[in-house]
């Protein structure tokens, strides 16, 4: 087990395997990053239901273009331009969850709810990391604080609708239905090779079926205290 604290004056001196996974780490999440941006700007922001919702839309998108913009930093900095994945069309985007298009505001709480809840886990991993520079982007509150917010915001809208009742809370399972399998398979396989060298080389704090059981559980919990469905963990899903 790797357990030094490097700088980025130590990059270069690294092993060329952790170079790599710094490297693909740090695309990666830039991608997911402004990948939800992309998803739901476009019809979400003008078709919101109140001048605040609106105004959530926007501020959540800013969150992520900034959170985009330290990654993007980061990857900058040991030589990884990842400009390319702010224009490059969804259908490219490295992680399943951030290919399609959002177009409905169940859709975009349940967005909040289960996949900016991924992104949390996926944040949190990089606490304490070897790589200080990445360590630090988590570690300062800002960012991880943004993005409870995003999760509270559509966790709770989710839990509105819910508690409605009727047609709103079908839209609502509808949503769940479509999202559930996206989240789940965003962890990768369980059986990963190279989430075993993440966490070897100190990128990561837990492995991918770890994190997804954990996330499981909570929200399998959610899901019930609002009186929904749990869906089939095996619809669906890409990998397990
Ligand atoms: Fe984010
Ligand atoms: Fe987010």
Redesign the pocket.
Known sequence: MFNEKLELKDFEKQDPEYQDLLRRVLAIQADC?IG?PNLYVKDILPNAPTKVDQLIVAR?AA??MD?YRKMAKCAGDIGVDVSYVLSWPNQKRYVEAFRGQITTWEDFAVF?FLI?RV??YQLEEFIGASYQPLARIVEDPQVIR??EG??DFGTNKAAEFAAKGGEAKERIQGAVDRWYAKGLDMFGRSESKRSERYMYWGLKRRTNGEARRQYTEEVNGLLKQMGLQIPDPNKGRLYT
């Open positions: 990053e939800g959540t969150e992520e959170h909040g900016d992104g949390r943004e993005e995003h999760i």
